[in-house]
């Protein structure tokens, strides 16, 4: 089985742009949640993580991204941080099979700041990642 990246979705509201895309992770949850909630896990597909406290109201500093709260934190699931400048990201992870996960991904922004072919190349990357096991 390999990863795939289902189509991703945009909408816009007034100025609040909202991209969602649901991504097939062929590795077991906790396997991929470290990509999601770890310095080095983020840094390996997405951007560096300069500051990531791993806890509700933590703080976190996504290089490329901008610098908030964590907003959502549910070990194993649900990691969401709320940048400025950057939005409300959310990593939604559920199990997908026996040995795969679903990750649910939400980007609510303000602007022209992000696209959906950046995030789909950010996932391209998560996949390939997480296949060859670093």
């Known amino acids: 089985?390999?990863?795939?990246?289902?189509?991703?979705?945009?909408?816009?509201?007034?100025?609040?742009?909202?991209l969602h895309f649901l991504v097939r992770i062929p590795r077991?949850?906790?396997?991929?949640?470290?990509?999601?909630?770890?310095?080095e896990g983020l840094a390996a597909w997405c951007t560096p993580a300069d500051v990531l406290e791993p806890r509700l109201g933590g703080a976190v500093t996504l290089r490329d991204l901008g610098s908030g709260r964590v907003t959502a934190w549910d070990v194993d699931r649900v990691a969401e941080y709320r940048v400025e400048g950057g939005g409300r990201i959310r990593f939604h992870l559920e199990r997908d099979g026996e040995e795969g996960a679903a990750l649910r991904f939400t980007h609510e922004f303000q602007g022209e700041a992000e696209?959906?072919?950046?995030?789909?190349?950010r996932f391209e990357r998560l996949i390939e990642t997480l296949e060859q096991g670093t």
Do not use: C, D, L
């Not at 089985?1 to 909202?18: A, K, R, V």
């Not at 077991?28 to 310095?39: I, L």
């Not at 696209?115 to 190349?121: I, N």
């Open 28 to 39: 077991p949850m906790e396997k991929v949640w470290p990509a999601f909630s770890t310095p």
């Open 1 to 18: 089985m390999t990863g795939s990246i289902e189509q991703g979705t945009s909408q816009t509201h007034g100025n609040t742009h909202i």
């Open 115 to 121: 696209s959906e072919q950046r995030w789909r190349a």
